[in-house]
């Protein structure tokens, strides 16, 4: 059955040009739905609430409003940190920060949600959404390097990586399906991606694939309004299936299956070190 509405649609000025890419969680009881929020310049992370999947609350944009250069200037540079944090975000522009996800439950009585800013992926850790003040952001960016959860770094990732799906649970840690891009001569590959982080540190990084979970193959994966795209967003556990949702080529929905199981010990043998 199919809604002949849409959950959410653009209202404010923010979401003019599109509300796209939603994740959903349940977190006691709250349907918390997290999305992308385009106003034809910039792409920033957005959330509404809902008690029943059928009203939304929207609570507008929950990431840094910040233009690049200013974001350079607080960002603190180290050795250790990858360089593209300041090519990838310069000029007079707000940065983008997008690919909002929560974890489906509090950890240690505290919102865990994950963002990018490119080219890697960040977590927050918050005790309230009213936390996200920009006095919060002004010292979290400037000390960006500490919340890095990952940054490119196998040649199916190496220009970008992005969130994709809510992370899942397991007894080995979170699994975290998501999104690795690079560049080709036919333009940027978004390839299908998997990790695992710490239960109770999901800032941990435990495993990563060292080679995409699936890539675009298909023609319709590879030929579309945006060309060689398998972009995840959702996942449904049956059993030992995981099955898992996918943007192809920016025209359809798609879904692939893994088994769990399997998956988990491919991932264990290729712990980070």
């Known amino acids: 059955m199919r809604a002949n509405e849409p959950i959410i649609k653009p209202e404010f000025d ?9 994740r959903i969680v349940n977190i006691e009881g709250l349907y918390y739905l997290s999305y992308c929020a385009y106003n ?27 233009e690049g250069d200013q974001f350079r200037q607080w ?7 990858n360089a593209k944090y300041f090519s990838f975000n310069m000029g007079n522009n707000i940065i983008w920060d997008k690919n909002v996800i929560f974890f489906p439950k509090k950890i240690d009585g505290k919102f865990i949600f ?16 009213e936390d996200l003040t920009e006095d919060f952001w002004k010292e979290y960016l400037t000390n960006l390097e500490d919340f890095i959860v990952l940054d490119p770094k196998f040649n199916h990732e190496l220009s970008y990586i992005g969130n994709g799906c809510p992370p899942i649970e397991t007894q080995h840690g979170w699994l975290l399906i998501y999104h690795g891009v690079h560049d080709t001569i036919n333009g940027y590959c978004y390839t299908a991606c998997a990790a695992l982080l710490d239960l109770k540190n999901p800032q ?29 967003t ?10 898992i949702y996918y943007g192809a080529a920016d025209e359809r929905i798609a879904c692939a299956s893994v ?15």
């Open 114 to 129: 994950l963002h990018r800013i490119k080219p890697g992926i960040q977590i927050v850790s918050i005790s309230n959404l």
């Open 14 to 22: 923010y979401e003019s040009h599109g509300v796209e890419d939603p």
């Open 75 to 81: 960002l603190k540079c180290s050795d250790a940190i």
């Open 234 to 243: 959702g996942t449904v556990l049956i059993g030992d299936e995981l099955y």
């Open 204 to 232: 941990k990084e435990i495993a990563r694939l060292p080679y995409a979970l699936f890539a675009p193959a298909e023609e319709w994966e590879l030929k579309g309004y945006i060309n060689n795209v398998c972009f995840p």
């Open 259 to 273: 088994s769990l199981s399997e998956l988990l010990i491919e991932l264990l043998n290729n712990k980070i070190e």
């Open 40 to 66: 034809g310049i910039n792409a920033l992370g957005a959330l509404a609430t809902s008690t029943d999947l059928k009203t939304f609350e929207k609570k507008g944009i929950i990431v840094p409003q910040v």
